[in-house]
């Protein structure tokens, strides 16, 4: 029964009902009035066009500072206080404005093409009133007009589904343009449109109340008005976003589809999608703008000092200084006015000491991680995933320096830890468990223990195996269920699996061809288990649901006819559909999480509380086994009950204005009360290679923080197969209330000087407590000391939230995942990397970077991350050094001339120093420097934690360089000016030195300076470093002799001053090899000491690789550090005892159930052994290089470092133990048979200590009891 329109529950449609900014949005369908009130459906993607792009391109350079304070001195460069000519100012500032603009029009005009192409494609529209197909191009195609849309052609707008060539209403739509995934979805017509034809729709019309346009791709709020026309009375019906297509999706597997236009244009949801992603910035781009900054300041100093000084040297003996005077003394200088003498020298530094300032940085910088991106990342073939033919793409350049630098990892569990393949795998009916066999994480665990469990099924379970179903017991499968105990509930069972779902059967009726088209894996799991449990779903419309119920010979054909579908949703967990079941009954089936489900059971059915104790137990089996579990669930309603739920119900699901939540109100009073039926255990194995990956990124020091949907026992499970909680962790976990979160921060720091690791589990409940604002700050304090964190039950909205906590704390954080989900976590972290899984691309298309395994995540970090942190580090700080060891030169020459402006350089050397004579140089070593190998730093993961401490780019490693700087101006300006003193006569004609002789001789001196200090730096070499830097000294001396070479008027004082007047001089050529050698080799001689005294690991692990490359050493193999301690590993875990179990504790969830807090203790392993081959499978020092050790007396000093190679940097762990060899000094590594020691046995540690001389100390006896 349905309310008609003049009933007053439709008042929430009417427009001025409501607020403004929420009003309904009206179209009247084929009419041909609604286009006049809209947008046209043209679409334009450019950022400029022929009038705006010149104004609006010049504004976005002009947004950085540094081009705003070059095109202020340009200008300055026009007066008569400028030191330099106009065009030598406007010169770099023209090329580097003019490099930016010109990829910008590139860019552009790519996109105006494209857009072109769009706009240009044809659809069929509809004439008002005489029906009449006519072609228009997309641009054309208006509001309320109605469609034909024709196979495999894309929808050109946001469109109602009115019919289709199916006689259900049923077209398929592939949405790859839209969310990138491959798979078909369905879309269905509403029943009264379904079979609307081109002979009716000339009397067709309606009216569509929906909500304004907005960017929400899955969700839609409207209903459809039909008028008597059409209807024999006024109808309202809800529309869903189940009958709307989308622009840029097209059909496939449909003849056609008609449909009306509702949202055109920039109004589309794809359009509205289109805006950028959040702005993220590095942290070393953050860091640059402080120090640009300094430099503006340092520029401010200089500029002060000399005016100061300048002022006050006038004032003094300015009128004895007659040769300061120009012609005009008003406009420069006048004795007689110090303060005006002192302001117009400012002005004149302003523009002199420009040279400070590295015009080229923020251009060099940006072509430099296009080219780490495309070339490096985009190319590896390690991260290229055969099977799914997927490469990793890096879908910005900013941030791959940031990428060397994580702190902690956020990562989603299922389809980004797993397959997202699901399998039903067991299950729970009445209170009995039903399944066989052991799952891939059970299987881990045990051969992590030492006791690997045979995988071996019994033969007859392989001809039941299927896709999304690896189930045997035989007392459910070939019919055997109705000989149970209690066949009618195994039946309800069955039939909430083949009736409780959204899937759609697609292909013939027959069990082995039908495909099912599910939201998600595990939905399509759950089908499969039915229909093979034999209730064969065949058959779905919209208003019922086809089950073939029984097994081959004895099966019979049923209908329930559906009533209402509760949908499923994040906050809800849950699921409902209300049928009338074929004996006649209402019945209302729901599935969801235990913690709702229970909560909504009927208390006052013993029966039902008995089954529910025993199906939690087997939840928390399944669970501690990794599988993932659901609650099954059903009651029958009352006809008269339902009928009146029935009207709140329409009336939620009709109304425009805050639907979801009205929707979810009435829910609730339909579903309680239920009875438990069981539950089902799927099983989503994990990605290969999850492991390994996780144990190497948890070994350089990155904490990794899980954030689940999934029950605690689940979470846990695979927490351990996958290697990020282990035995020697202690277990803090955390469920329902967090009142004791404060005594669980002062249980850690009580124990923070013993041995081990702390392992983090806390719950969606737990969590939504700590995540308020009296709380944050102590979640955030436990878990900054937890080496893992596992949150389990989480809601989308709480893995942001859980991100932007972590993002407070400092720490660089990168969010991945794989689902639609994971979007809010994967934009809120300062890093989001995408999995293109089974889920589609919604997370790819709001990450930074993607790839296709979790895997690639250790290359992309530990490789790809390191070095381009590397790279980038050192060549921001080379370009400091350059700028400002060339500004201060022309500072010290302009105090040498009593500040007077007087400039020692020509003017063109000056403008081409940035943007010709150095720029390549850096540029190589951002795209190519490396300090070790990928396959070592693979090896030695420890070598990361560089840069999450940001040892390369910190405020000590800037001032080395900006010391050098100062050392070197000073040092070469000094050795210039002596050896070209007027004393100094080196010719033929007995002429001394000219002003524009020294300044060439002192600029070749300083460019040979700069690449020589660039070569000193460098540890690794390719042929393109050789050639970038004697082609940077090269091209200036072509220069000063090509340009010495123009006439006279344009070279002036240059004219000839290399080929006839520098060349032919020997003390030119000595100075220019002298002075920078002399200037570079104190820094040099320093670095070269470091490197043999008070070595870091990243200088013993290249000498490694020089070994390497020499062949005396083996190459290693990736992770082979692992493979010698396997069989003492598994011998030491077998001997370990647990204080709690892996599972945990889920409360209560009935009324008045107490809150549980439960910090457990992961016992240390009773074999202290264990402790001692995990510290030495970190080692830095392998056999070869302690070889060397032994003969060079030198290493045996302090280390340097401020970090080791031991997994994770914050943990104190227990040395290795061992013993050297008598002269070769390799670690000896003891293994004692059932892992005891005697007395006399105490073994001698060789401790790394983050600083300090090596320490020796005895253990204690393995056989005393640990902490």
Known sequence: MLPSEDNSLLGCLRPRHTPSDQEARVIDINTGTADRKFKGNYVSTTKYNIVTYFPKALFEQYRRVANIYFTLVAALSTTSLSPVRPVTAFLPLILVLGISMLKELIEDIKRYRADREVNSRL?????????????????????????????????????????????????????????????????????????????????????????????????????????????????????????????????????????????????????KNASLPPSKRSRIERQMDILILFMFT?????????????????????????????????????????????????????????????????????????????????????????????????????????????????????????????????????????????????????????????????????????????????????????????????????????????????????????????????????????????FFCYKRTSTAVYVREGMPGQQQDVEFEILNILEFDSTRKRMSTIVRSPEGKIILFCKGADTVIYERLDHSNKANMLMKDSTRQHMEEFGAAGLRTLCLSYAQLDEQVYDAWQLKYFEAKTCLTGRDEKLAEVSELIERNLILVGCTAIEDKLQEGVPECIEHLANAGIRIWILTGDKQETAINIGFACSLLRNDMRQYIISANVAELKEVE????????????????????????????????????????????????????????????????????????????????IMEAHIGVGISGQEGMQAVMSSDFAVAQFRYLETLLLVHGRWSYLRIARMVGYFLYKNLFFGLTIFLYNAFCFFSGQVIYNDFYMSLYNVLFTVLPPMIVGIFDQDVSKDLSLRYPGLYQAGPKNLCFSYRSVA???????????????????????????????????????????????????????????????????????????????????YGSFPISWSLDIYHILRAVLAPLPSFWLIIILIPVT??????????????????????????????????MAKPRLHSALAGVDSARRLSRQQSKRLSINSGFVPDS???????????????????????????????????????????????RTRSSSFHLSPRAQDQRPPLLGQTGPEEGVYQIAAHPGGQATSAEQQAVWNWGFSGAPKWSALPSLTEPTA
Not at 997 to 1025: D, N
């Open 298 to 534: 340092l520029l401010f100093i200089l500029c002060i000092i000399g005016a100061v000084v300048l002022a006050v040297w006038t004032k003094s003996q300015g009128r004895s200084m007659w040769y300061l005077r120009p012609e005009n003394t008003e406009r420069a200088y006048d004795a007689a006015h110090p303060v005006i003498v002192g302001v117009y020298s400012f002005i004149t530094s302003f523009m002199l000491y420009s040279y400070l300032i590295p015009i080229s940085l923020y251009v060099s910088l940006e072509m430099v991680k296009v080219f780490q991106s495309m070339v490096f990342i985009n190319a590896d073939r390690h991260m290229y995933h055969a099977a799914s033919d997927t490469p990793a793409l890096a879908r910005t350049s900013n941030l791959n320096e940031e990428l060397g630098m994580v702190n902690t990892i956020l990562s989603d569990k299922t389809g980004t830890l797993t397959r997202n393949i699901m399998e039903f795998f067991k299950c729970s009916i009445g209170g009995i468990s039903y399944g066989q066999g052991a799952t891939e994480s059970e299987r881990a665990n045990s051969r992590r223990l030492g006791q690997p469990l045979d995988a071996v099924q019994a033969p007859e379970a392989d001809k039941w195996k299927q896709a999304s179903f690896n189930f045997y017991d035989k007392r459910l499968l070939g019919g055997a269920w109705m000989s149970q105990q209690d066949p009618e509930l195994i039946k309800q069972f069955c039939r909430i699996l083949a009736v409780c779902h959204t899937a759609i059967p697609d292909g013939p009726d027959e069990p082995d061809a039908i495909k099912y088209e599910a939201e998600s894996p595990d939905e399509s799991a759950l089908v499969v288990a039915a229909k093979v449990m034999g």
């Open 123 to 271: 659809v069929e529209c509809y004439e008002v009133g005489t029906c009449k197909l006519v072609r228009k191009a997309w641009r054309h195609v208006k509001v309320g007009e109605v469609v034909k849309v024709q196979k495999d052609g894309f929808f050109p707008a946001d469109i109602l589904l009115l019919s289709t060539s199916s006689n259900d209403g049923i077209c398929y739509v592939e949405t790859i343009n839209l969310d990138g995934e491959s798979n078909l979805k369905i879309k269905k017509a509403l029943d009264v449109t379904k079979k609307l034809d081109e002979g009716e729709l000339a009397s067709f019309k309606a009216q569509v109340q929906c909500e304004q346009p907005n960017a929400s791709l899955y969700t839609f709020t409207g209903n459809l008005l039909l008028g008597p026309p059409v209807m024999g009375n006024d109808l309202t019906l809800p529309l869903t976003p189940a009958s709307i297509v989308l622009r840029g999706c097209s059909l496939r597997n449909t003849g056609f589809i008609m449909g009306a236009v509702i949202f055109a244009g920039h109004e589309t949801k794809v359009m």
């Open 960 to 1042: 080395y360089w900006l010391a050098n700087a100062f050392m070197h101006a000073g040092m070469l300006f000094t050795m210039v000016i002596l050896g070209t003193r007027s004393t100094q006569v080196d010719r033929k004609s007995g002429r001394t030195y000219t002003h524009w002789e020294v300044g060439s001789i002192m600029f070749t001196a300083a460019v040979f300076t700069v690449h020589l200090q660039l070569a000193a730096m460098l540890t690794y070499w390719t042929p393109l470093h050789h050639v970038g830097i004697y082609l940077g000294c090269g091209i200036w001396l072509l220069y000063l002799c090509i």
């Open 1150 to 1196: 009935s009324p008045g159930a107490s809150s549980f807090f439960s910090p457990q203790r992961m016992e240390q392993e009773a074999n202290e052994t264990f402790e001692v081959l995990f510290s030495a499978q970190r080692n830095p020092v392998i056999a070869g290089l302690d070889a060397e050790i032994a003969r060079n007396p030198f290493r045996h």
């Open 746 to 825: 002062a249980h850690i720091l009580s124990k923070a000087h013993e041995d081990g690791d702390n392992a983090l589990i806390i719950d969606g409940k737990a969590l939504s407590h700590g995540l308020a604002a009296d709380l944050r700050a102590h979640l955030l304090s436990v878990g900054g000391r937890c080496a893992a964190v596992v949150c389990c039950r989480v809601s989308p909205k709480q893995k942001a939230q859980v991100t932007a906590l972590v993002k407070s704390r400092g720490d660089t954080t990168l969010g991945i995942g794989d689902g639609a989900n994971d979007v809010g976590m």
């Open 1079 to 1112: 200037c570079v080799l104190p820094s040099f001689m320093l670095q070269q000491i470091a490197r043999h005294i008070t070595p870091d690991d990243k200088t013993i692990i290249a000498e490694v690789q020089q070994k390497i490359c020499k062949g005396e």
